[in-house]
């Protein structure tokens, strides 16, 4: 293992705070290009020039939730004597596990029930995903052929390790749509233990207003970190995570250009406080889709449906209601190691 291989596992001990997960599958899956995309706003297609990744890379990223994101490269060889993957895999809390769906997918099945039969073995509470991953370039048919295939091929492979009992959750993934992001949403929530509450509040946030559905994103990465208990439509949460691009956009555009407020008596600074983010737009369909900032970089988007009422006082009734929320996050946090960032 070289040195910088060594430096990044050794900086567990100090990650050990946060809620971990691993990303591993063989080389050129897409590892990277998640990470790239999700993190770092990188557009999917400036993926295509990404170099093979050599040592392990950790991504930071800080939510509700402390989260470290680590990629191991493809061509790592994790059960090598010298690489501490015992210490690695009792660390982490979600294994994700990235199969590409265009290419020959069986070495990459083995491959992960060796993974899960050690994952397990030291840390029988890993959560263990895999990303069916690249679907972009398959019809809708043969999109469904794979992942049933990927499915009863990992369920045999565990079957033949006596592995039957391991849950393993499957999601079909792409860069170029937001299934990536959903994938990891689900995922992330999975580790966060207040998740209970969370859904709860939104409940009760949806009952008490013409809110339809509502959801705590992350806004750096748009990722949700919550949602009320009603089923998630894929294409409601595109138009809500495509409302969070658009707020930004304008946000930054009329930004603020004054960082400090002087005062008139003696010409003092107060510390610059950046504008809170909110954003109301009304869909042809009367449907109204709503924004506002919450606490530690998080935004509720709702979406409203007036259903005839007034759209004025849907949104008195939204403002009262989403302000509790914010109280009851505020509180819940209160106590949380992290400190409250900014949310842009
Ligand atoms: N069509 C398609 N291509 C993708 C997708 N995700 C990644 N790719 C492409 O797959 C190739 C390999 O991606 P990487 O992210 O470098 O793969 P990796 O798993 O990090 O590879 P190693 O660093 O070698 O372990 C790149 O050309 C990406 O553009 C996807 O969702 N759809």
Not at 5 to 16: F, I, Y
Not at 223 to 246: G, H, K, N, R
């Amino acid at each position: 293992m070289s040195n910088e291989e060594m430096a990044t596992v050794s900086k567990l001990d100090n990650e050990e705070s946060k809620a971990m997960i691993l990303l591993l599958g063989l080389r050129r899956g897409g590892k990277s290009s998640i990470c790239k995309v999700l993190f770092h706003n990188m557009q999917p297609l400036d993926t295509l020039y990404l170099e093979s990744t050599s040592n392990p890379t950790m991504e930071h990223f800080s939510t509700l939730i402390d989260l470290a994101v680590m990629e191991l490269p493809g061509q790592l060889n994790y059960f090598e004597p010298s690489y501490d993957s015992e210490k690695l895999f009792r660390s982490v809390g979600g294994l994700v596990y990235v199969i590409d769906s265009q290419d020959e997918y069986m070495n990459a099945i083995t491959n992960l029930a060796m993974i899960i039969e050690y994952a397990y073995k030291v840390n029988p509470n890993i959560n263990i995903e895999v990303l069916i991953h690249k679907v972009d370039g398959l019809s809708e048919d043969f999109k469904l052929d794979a992942q049933r295939d990927i499915m009863q091929r990992t369920g045999e492979e565990l079957l033949e390790l006596g592995l039957d009992g391991v849950q393993v959750s499957f999601y079909l993934t792409s860069i170029f749509d937001h299934s990536i992001y959903e994938a990891f949403s689900r995922i992330v929530q999975k580790l966060i233990p207040e998740l209970s509450y969370l859904e709860n509040m939104l409940d009760n946030l949806i009952q008490h207003s013409k809110i339809e559905k509502a959801f705590l994103f992350d806004i750096n990465s748009k990722i949700y970190v919550s949602t009320d208990s009603s089923p998630v439509d894929i294409q409601l949460y595109e138009v809500c995570a495509e409302f969070v691009d658009v707020t930004i956009d304008l946000f930054d555009l009329y930004k603020d250009s004054h960082r400090s407020d002087k005062r008139a008596s003696g010409g003092e600074t107060t510390p610059y406080r950046p504008r809170e983010l909110k954003n109301v737009a009304q869909l042809g369909n009367d449907v109204i889709i709503y924004l506002k900032q919450m606490i530690r970089g998080l935004a509720l988007v709702a979406v409203i449906r007036p259903n005839g009422a007034d759209a004025e006082s849907c949104l008195t009734v939204a403002d009262y209601n989403v302000d509790i929320l914010k109280r009851g996050l505020e509180e819940i946090w209160a106590n949380a190691r992290i400190p409250a960032k900014d949310a842009v």
